[in-house]
């Protein structure tokens, strides 16, 4: 089992910009694929950034030049950095696991994450 926390959500202006964190415990992997998705109310998750083991980055079209997630072994939390914020980035965002790595292409179906956090909340006012 892999557990996964979140935090560093909140509430900005648009401009803004938080660091979400995401904790990692239980039968961790080295060769995890670890993402971030949001989910807006009564939307489907959507795909924002995932980070291959070895360090390379994949963003969705829509987070591109204002987001960047990173990972730090030593501490098994992943970051995603959230820049130049706007009202339409407003979601709950989840931290996800696949254990035997990415996906290549990247994927970014949730069914293919068997792990995810409870969410942390980022509100974006105009």
């Known amino acids: 089992q892999v557990q996964l926390v979140e935090s560093g959500g909140g509430s900005v202006q648009a401009g803004g910009s938080l660091r979400l964190s995401c904790v990692v415990s239980g039968n961790t992997y080295s060769s995890a694929c670890m993402a971030w998705f949001r989910r807006e109310p009564v939307e489907e998750r959507e795909g924002v950034a995932l980070?291959?083991?070895?360090?390379?980055?994949y963003y969705a079209d829509s987070v591109k030049g204002r987001f960047t997630i990173s990972q730090d072994s030593a501490t098994k939390t992943v970051y995603l950095q959230l820049n130049s914020l706007k009202p339409e980035d407003t979601g709950m965002y989840y931290c996800a696991a696949r254990p035997w790595g990415c996906t290549i292409p990247p994927t970014w179906r949730p069914s293919q994450y068997p792990y995810w956090g409870q969410g942390t909340q980022v509100t974006v006012s105009s």
């Open positions: 980070v291959y083991a070895e360090g390379a980055a």
